[in-house]
């Protein structure tokens, strides 16, 4: 190795930094068994930090998988994915994918870790207002028939979703209170988890797979006219008029729909 | 013309000076309901470099009732590959909308182009290294647009590359940039342990008239101490604060609590207690 004189200051904080995430690397010429141990104490300590950093955001799932379990996939996690941003936040970024390839057999595991990860974006999302029943109406007032079809929605900052196979909903409540039982989590349909802000508070609900996918493709921009149709296709006409206007009706019930164009 | 700059000093009762504690989440209670005894809060600024929620309201809340310091962890100031945009702009979104009484980072650095520690890592005192640093609170001071203070870091390991002491190299920042410092009693205390130097040589080696702020904390024993933020202030950091406070003007001082948080009232006795040294302190000859 070359000696630390003739390294410039950006070469010795790589090397610096590939010491610090990798506690095999062997130490720079010219270091001492006192700088080895200055070593020791920065890699503890950033592993210490982003371990406790992912358990902040993954406080249940933590608990739901016992705490050596939670150790040792966090600690992957931090070695598989060494935090590249500046807000200790996103070291929790892409846990849920470590955490549905370390839980093979407990599927439910990443779902939870999903939720959990989604409540914490939608805390510190943006502040905005949710647009209710009574505002809409006044502006779906002055649509005209071929609006309706051409409608589209932006939905609250920090709104997420999910489809899921477990009801991660039960275990993320069960989970939260000392005294409950472990619950029954299997759901007879897969479903979907849609998490958003009331208020400064972020909250979840599970509904049937055709609202997701309704959802999930007002999200991304299509038109009311566009996500009746896909209704139809999984419901039938009849049952799919119905539920277009039930599931408008809800989203704006819950306050998940921030405006409307036409 | 009077203006009332809190770090120039440029006001009739010259700069700020008080005693206050850092707003952690388990004090947000006390000090949305209560009149907490302090003087100013202080803040880790990339808490609330966030779009929205509730973090944000409280933080204003609390800055409607009394002043509050922005602190950061994550500037970077001596990281060879510059200062982060993203950052930085953030950092000036949230400045403007608090009106902090300054802000403040560590000298140290933090992250490569590639990767982030999320740690204070320890920077070599060369010739190099001042040049960079100086350049980047340059930058930084600039964007944001203020002057900012700049605390002195606990390390773990000095280089065999070092071509000046840490208080050399600080003196020399700050005349060079016109930046404030941060005086972090306990890290001169665990530094000069770890690296076997005279804290007092430290004290006398920088440029007193520039520190605005004081931080106080515990640490962890060991062959090598470490800066913990998890437990009292030790009589030796006690101490060292003492002979300071003789030699500093009007500071503002501050306890730094991170972690094992006691309730309120035993931190705001552990603030009375610098209080009371300050003001023994300020009754005594300059050393
Ligand atoms: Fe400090």
């Not at chain 2, 700050?174 to 007092?200: K, P, W």
């Not at chain 2, 991170?258 to 209080?275: G, R, T």
Request: charged share 25%; glycine share 6%; aromatic share 8%.
């Amino acid at each position: 190795m070359i000696a630390a004189q003739t390294l410039t200051l950006a070469e010795k904080q790589q090397e610096f930094m590939a010491q610090v995430l990798d506690d095999e690397r062997a130490l720079p010429d010219g270091w001492t068994p006192r700088h080895a141990a200055g070593m020791d104490i920065y890699r503890n300590a950033y592993r210490a930090r982003l371990v406790d950093a992912v358990r902040d955001t993954y406080e249940r799932t933590a608990k739901w998988v016992g705490e050596d379990a939670y150790r040792q996939a966090a600690a992957h996690h931090v070695i598989t994915h060494p935090p590249k941003s500046w807000t200790l936040d996103h070291a929790a970024d892409g846990f849920p994918e470590t955490l549905r390839e370390l839980f093979t057999n407990n599927p439910e595991v990443a779902e939870l870790g999903w939720l959990e990860w989604a409540m914490h974006q939608a805390f510190v999302a943006a502040d905005a207002e949710p647009m209710d029943a009574a505002k809409f109406g006044e502006v779906a007032a002055s649509f005209a028939e071929e609006d309706w079809a051409s409608m589209r929605l932006t939905f609250l900052p920090g709104t997420e979703q999910l489809p899921i196979t477990h009801d991660i909903g039960k275990l993320w409540r069960a989970l939260g209170d000392e005294q409950a039982e472990t619950p029954e989590f299997t759901l007879e349909q897969p479903l979907h988890c849609i998490v958003w802000r009331e208020g400064f508070k972020p909250v979840f609900m599970q509904v049937e797979q055709h609202e997701g996918h309704a959802l999930e493709m007002m999200r991304g921009g299509a038109s009311y006219g566009e996500m009746c149709e896909t209704l139809i296709e999984i419901l039938g006409e009849e049952r799919a008029v119905a539920e277009a206007g039930a599931i408008l009706g809800r989203w704006l019930h819950n306050g998940l729909i921030a405006s409307v164009e036409k | 013309m009077t203006t009332s700059d809190p770090l120039t000093g440029n006001s009739v009762s010259g700069p700020f000076s008080g005693f206050g504690l850092g707003l952690r989440r388990t004090h947000y209670q006390d000090f949305l309901e209560g009149d907490v005894a302090v003087d100013f809060v202080e803040v880790i600024s990339e808490n609330y470099m966030v779009e929205g929620g509730n973090p944000l309201r409280i933080l204003e809340q609390v800055r409607a009732k009394m002043p509050v310091i922005m602190h950061g962890v994550s500037m970077s100031i001596g990281s060879a590959d510059g200062l982060d945009r993203d950052y930085l702009k953030k950092l000036k979104q949230l400045a403007d909308r608090i009106d902090p009484l300054w802000v403040s980072d560590h000298l140290c650095w933090t992250r490569t182009s590639a990767h982030n520690s999320h740690d204070l890592l320890p920077l070599p005192y060369t010739h190099e290294a001042l040049d960079l640093v100086c350049d980047n609170i340059d930058h930084a001071q600039n964007t944001l647009g203020r002057s900012m203070l700049f605390e002195n870091p606990s390390s773990y390991m000095t280089f065999p590359e070092d071509e000046m002491t840490e208080w050399e190299f600080i003196a020399a920042m700050s005349m060079r940039t016109g930046c404030y410092l941060l005086l972090d009693v306990n890290n001169i205390y665990v530094s000069a342990h770890n690296h076997g130097f005279s804290a007092e040589a430290f004290l006398n080696g920088l440029p007193l008239d520039r520190v605005r702020q004081v931080h106080l904390a515990g640490h962890t024993d060991g062959e090598i101490k470490i800066d913990t933020h998890d437990q009292p202030v030790c009589d030796g950091v006690w101490d060292l604060y003492a002979k300071a406070m003789r030699k500093l003007g009007p500071v503002a001082t501050m306890i730094e609590r991170d972690d094992s948080i006691p309730p309120l009232p035993e931190l705001l006795e552990e603030l009375d207690m610098a209080a009371k040294i300050a003001e023994r302190s300020r009754e005594l000859e300059p050393a």
